[in-house]
């Protein structure tokens, strides 16, 4: 049962791997609390700085550097594929390095670009920007593989959910900032080209303020150092009276004490420490938990058979047209008004695109609290998680398909319309985090980063049928499109178990 206390009080913890069984969202002095500000604060600013260029591209930057409709959406795709390379390699990189220092590494290498984006001065240069800014997309994977680190199956959807949709709402805040902060520019005399030269310094100041915070004030998992994660796997199961017959449960290269093992406390205050509820759990589940779900060190072999596997695939199929439809749709929205509604300005017409990112506030988050909701309803039951996350495709695909076949010419309509179809939208990519620490636990980056990367090339996929249909010009035909693929995709592989037969851990 949820409580409103949960917001701010101490979590209970999992004995085994001290993730916490409920989100302090309200209390950063907690650790839990403070890693979980970060993921979704750390993503935000990420996605605010990744789609800097859309809000003002339309009218602003298109006619300053003489862009044609074509090359703006060339750029619009070429901005994408960086990040889809980006997040495969990431997941493999969690997974060996830990999610912390892959997080931060992201935001601060992603800021060179940023700040080098006031040099843009033609096509060619706006494809090189944007393709390197896109390196901050990337973030997405670190993000989600930290989250689900420090926190508990009970929970894990939600945690991830909401740290993915307040992120994606950077999508959103950028069609409010950067308006904006032109404006302001342009209100103290400086005129196109400059201004919206200048509008990328407020980001740029942000991501890299983010990053460095990240290493400082936080831990890489809920006992320490990455590197002694399986060693204190293995001492907590014997704190608790878990022990293996003849060897350890927990497969720790070398010898436990081969080196001196991070104190927990160093990760959070000692006093703090002994005010911890410990949940109740059966010495069966306790085992299942330390074998089955700490991360192993990545291998070519091993990634090979997760990323293989039907119910990955499921995840890169049904992820692709969820958060690739995001990013595409998130890319042409402000230009798709504009054609409809040509009375409006370049600014309302921002502001109402907008309205598509903030929906993540609750959309993503929605589709995560369902998720781990159906899955305590029914009994810890997995193919819940996943009839829900169909469901969300499919009524994305029917809505699509509406608003391209109507081509609503009244605002009221097409921002009802857009908006109903965004809460299915997003609810699916809240609900495929769900269940994907689920589905591999031992290999979690290596599924989320491969799952991320696909909603990157779906972005790329549905970017180019934008691009190419009718020039760029016919948005109607693109969304109906778009809607019939999303449908297809997400019912060809809904037979597929949630889980590999036979897994540990997981469950």
């Given at each position: 049962?949820?409580?409103?206390?949960?917001?701010?009080?101490r979590?209970?913890?999992?004995?085994?791997?001290?993730?916490?069984?409920s989100?302090p969202?309200?209390?950063?002095?907690d650790?839990?609390?403070?890693?979980?500000?970060?993921?979704?604060?750390?993503?935000?600013?990420?996605?605010?700085?990744?789609?800097?260029?859309?809000?003002?591209?339309?009218?602003?930057?298109?006619?300053?550097?003489?862009?044609?409709?074509?090359e703006?959406?060339?750029?619009?795709?070429?901005?994408?594929?960086?990040?889809?390379?980006?997040?495969?390699?990431?997941g493999?990189?969690?997974?060996?390095?830990?999610?912390?220092?892959?997080?931060?590494?992201?935001?601060?290498?992603?800021?060179?670009?940023?700040?080098?984006?006031?040099?843009?001065?033609?096509?060619?240069?706006?494809?090189?920007?944007?393709?390197?800014?896109?390196?901050?997309?990337?973030?997405?994977?670190?993000?989600?593989?930290?989250?689900?680190?420090?926190?508990?199956?009970?929970?894990?959807?939600?945690?991830?959910?909401?740290?993915?949709?307040?992120?994606?709402?950077?999508?959103?805040?950028?069609?409010?900032?950067?308006?904006?902060?032109f404006?302001?520019?342009?209100?103290?005399?400086?005129?196109?080209?400059?201004?919206?030269r200048?509008?990328?310094?407020?980001?740029?100041?942000?991501?890299?303020?983010?990053?460095?915070?990240?290493?400082?004030?936080?831990?890489?998992?809920?006992?320490?150092?990455?590197?002694e994660?399986?060693?204190?796997?293995?001492?907590?199961?014997?704190?608790?009276?878990?022990?293996?017959?003849?060897?350890?449960?927990?497969?720790?290269?070398?010898?436990?004490?081969?080196?001196?093992?991070?104190?927990?406390?160093?990760?959070?205050?000692?006093?703090?420490?002994?005010?911890?509820?410990?949940?109740?759990?059966?010495?069966?589940?306790?085992?299942?938990?330390?074998?089955?779900?700490?991360?192993?060190?990545p291998?070519?072999?091993?990634?090979?058979?997760?990323?293989?596997?039907?119910?990955?695939?499921?995840?890169?199929?049904?992820?692709?047209?969820?958060?690739?439809?995001?990013?595409?749709?998130?890319?042409?929205l402000?230009?798709?008004?504009v054609?409809n509604?040509?009375?409006?300005?370049?600014?309302?017409?921002?502001?109402?695109?907008?309205?598509?990112?903030?929906?993540?506030?609750?959309?993503?988050?929605?589709?995560?609290?369902?998720?781990?909701?159906?899955?305590?309803?029914t009994?810890r039951?997995?193919?819940?998680?996943?009839?829900?996350i169909?469901?969300?495709?499919?009524?994305?695909?029917?809505?699509?398909?509406?608003?391209?076949?109507?081509?609503?010419?009244?605002?009221?309509?097409m921002?009802?319309?857009?908006?109903?179809?965004?809460?299915?939208?997003?609810?699916?990519?809240?609900?495929?985090?769900?269940?994907?620490?689920?589905?591999?636990?031992?290999?979690?980056?290596?599924?989320?980063g491969?799952?991320?990367?696909?909603?990157?090339?779906?972005?790329?996929?549905?970017?180019?049928?934008?691009?190419?249909?009718?020039?760029?010009?016919?948005?109607?035909?693109?969304?109906?499109?778009?809607?019939?693929?999303?449908?297809?995709?997400?019912?060809?592989?809904?037979?597929?178990?949630?889980?590999?037969?036979?897994?540990?851990?997981?469950?």
């Open positions: 049962m949820m409580k409103v206390s949960y917001l701010w009080a979590p209970e913890i999992n004995p085994v791997n001290r993730k916490a069984r989100v969202i309200l209390n950063l002095y650790i839990y609390g403070r890693v979980f500000f970060f993921s979704w604060f750390g993503f935000m600013v990420a996605f605010w700085a990744w789609y800097t260029f859309p809000p003002l591209i339309t009218h602003v930057i298109k006619a300053n550097l003489h862009l044609t409709p074509a703006v959406a060339n750029s619009n795709i070429v901005s994408l594929i960086a990040t889809l390379f980006i997040r495969y390699l990431a493999p990189l969690c997974d060996q390095f830990g999610p912390r220092y892959v997080f931060a590494g992201v935001l601060l290498v992603g800021a060179i670009p940023l700040g080098l984006a006031p040099l843009v001065h033609d096509a060619t240069s706006l494809y090189i920007s944007r393709f390197f800014i896109g390196i901050l997309g990337g973030s997405f994977v670190p993000c989600l593989v930290w989250c689900t680190g420090f926190f508990d199956k009970n929970i894990v959807g939600s945690a991830n959910a909401i740290a993915g949709g307040w992120g994606n709402a950077g999508g959103g805040i950028t069609y409010f900032i950067m308006p904006a902060v404006d302001s520019l342009k209100g103290r005399g400086y005129n196109d080209g400059t201004a919206w200048l509008t990328f310094i407020v980001p740029l100041i942000v991501v890299i303020a983010t990053g460095i915070s990240m290493i400082l004030l936080c831990p890489d998992t809920p006992t320490g150092k990455w590197s994660r399986l060693v204190h796997a293995e001492e907590n199961l014997e704190s608790h009276g878990v022990t293996g017959r003849g060897g350890a449960i927990v497969d720790v290269p070398g010898e436990i004490t081969a080196k001196e093992s991070s104190n927990v406390s160093k990760c959070s205050d000692s006093e703090a420490e002994k005010q911890e509820k410990e949940a109740t759990l059966s010495e069966g589940e306790m085992i299942e938990i330390a074998q089955g779900e700490t991360i192993q060190k291998t070519l072999m091993g990634q090979l058979k997760v990323l293989t596997s039907p119910q990955t695939i499921f995840h890169f199929v049904t992820y692709l047209c969820s958060f690739g439809g995001e990013l595409a749709i998130n890319s042409v402000s230009a798709y008004y054609k509604f040509p009375y409006i300005s370049s600014t309302y017409a921002a502001n109402v695109s907008a309205i598509f990112g903030f929906l993540n506030f609750v959309s993503r988050p929605l589709g995560g609290f369902i998720s781990d909701y159906l899955y305590k309803v009994g039951n997995l193919w819940a998680k996943k009839i829900w169909v469901v969300c495709g499919v009524l994305t695909g029917v809505l699509l398909i509406v608003i391209g076949q109507l081509d609503p010419h009244r605002l009221s309509v921002l009802g319309l857009v908006t109903l179809m965004a809460l299915f939208l997003e609810a699916g990519n809240g609900s495929n985090f769900g269940l994907i620490p689920h589905v591999h636990p031992h290999a979690n980056g290596v599924v989320s491969s799952t991320g990367a696909a909603g990157n090339l779906g972005g790329v996929i549905f970017s180019i049928i934008f691009r190419f249909m009718d020039n760029g010009t016919n948005y109607a035909k693109a969304f109906w499109v778009i809607g019939v693929i999303t449908i297809a995709l997400n019912l060809i592989l809904c037979w597929v178990p949630p889980v590999p037969r036979g897994q540990i851990g997981g469950r």
